[in-house]
């Protein structure tokens, strides 16, 4: 029988959101049995339960509002909270969005570590996949299988027009993989998307330093100039082409273990542990929060096939 798990004491990270450009501070506090993961807006004093029907844009990242509050990318933090397995706590963020940090799950993890999890009395709501289920998203043409494991695991496929990406693929065997093997692995896009992005207020906070940034074509030194000025970034670490910030890569598949990594995040909404091998092909946050939220009505409330 697992246990529910909690941390041992509060942790605090402050930083950018990625999308807003607004500074943030988020505590998270320990939190009793069968409390669940919670949202809670301190600045305008809103709670907002975390649940996949709740998620209201997932463009570039996923959001999630109640009595017209929202947060932005919360994804992230989700992901590092269920790779340890923590079912209760309460989020406290000053701001409309969770700080993007590096773009990955470490230091999230590595701050909860510092303080450590302690078990409960209470069994963790685990659903054990014993037949397979597949689901496909027809806007996105991403697919989804689930098929019975022993354990957790994730196989991601993605499949971009890009020369630097193209088809890659990661795989999580298991959550005691995920802070080697997943955890490091940042947040991308292509330098072709940053223009329409930028002007459409996205990104506000982003920076060579948070996201891995494609770039097919050689750069004019015009753009290479607007990185430099947009990012605050000197003008002689940027590339004409490739990968315009290298030192930041941790894996030469990263964009697909980033994927697996927001899977798991989108996939946490569901408050529910999985014990199965899900494999994802083409997933994006859109899909993935359809995909939750087809498992949290479909699956789990029409089946009380718990597993304690």
Request: charged residues 20%; hydrophobic residues 40%.
């Amino acid at each position: 029988m697992l246990q529910q798990k909690t941390l041992i004491k509060p942790i605090q990270f402050s930083g950018v959101g990625l999308h807003s450009g607004h500074q943030a501070t988020v505590t998270l506090l320990p939190a009793a049995a069968n409390t669940g993961i919670n949202f809670h807006r301190t600045d305008v004093n809103q709670k907002i339960p975390c649940s996949p029907k709740y998620i209201t844009n997932t463009n570039r990242s996923t959001t999630i509002t109640y009595n017209n509050i929202s947060i932005i990318t919360i994804e992230h933090l989700l992901s590092a909270l269920y790779s340890l397995e923590v079912d209760n706590v309460i989020i406290e963020v000053d701001n409309d969005e969770i700080p993007i940090l590096d773009g990955s799950t470490k230091p999230i993890i590595d701050a909860i570590n510092q303080v450590g999890t302690i078990e409960l009395n209470e069994a963790k709501k685990e659903f054990v996949i014993k037949n397979y289920i597949v689901w496909k998203d027809d806007a996105t043409d991403a697919e989804y299988m689930f098929m019975p494991h022993n354990e957790f695991s994730v196989t991601c496929l993605i499949d971009y027009p890009s020369k630097l990406i193209h088809n890659q693929f990661a795989v999580l065997n298991s959550l005691d993989e995920y802070y080697t093997e997943i955890a490091p692995a940042k947040t991308f896009c292509f330098l072709h998307e940053i223009d329409f992005l930028y002007n459409n207020g996205l990104i506000r906070g982003g920076s060579i330093n948070n996201a891995l940034i494609y770039s097919e074509i050689p750069l004019s030194k015009n753009k290479i100039q607007w990185i430099a000025d947009t990012f605050n970034q000197p003008i002689n670490s940027i590339p004409e082409k490739g990968i315009l910030n290298p030192l930041n890569q941790s894996f030469d598949n990263e964009a697909a273990r980033h994927k697996i990594l927001d899977v798991i995040g989108d996939l946490a909404l569901t408050q529910t542990y999985w014990r199965g091998k899900l494999i994802c092909y083409k997933p994006g946050h859109a899909s993935n929060v359809r995909f939750s939220n087809f498992l949290y009505e479909e699956i789990l409330h029409n089946n009380l096939a718990f597993s304690q």
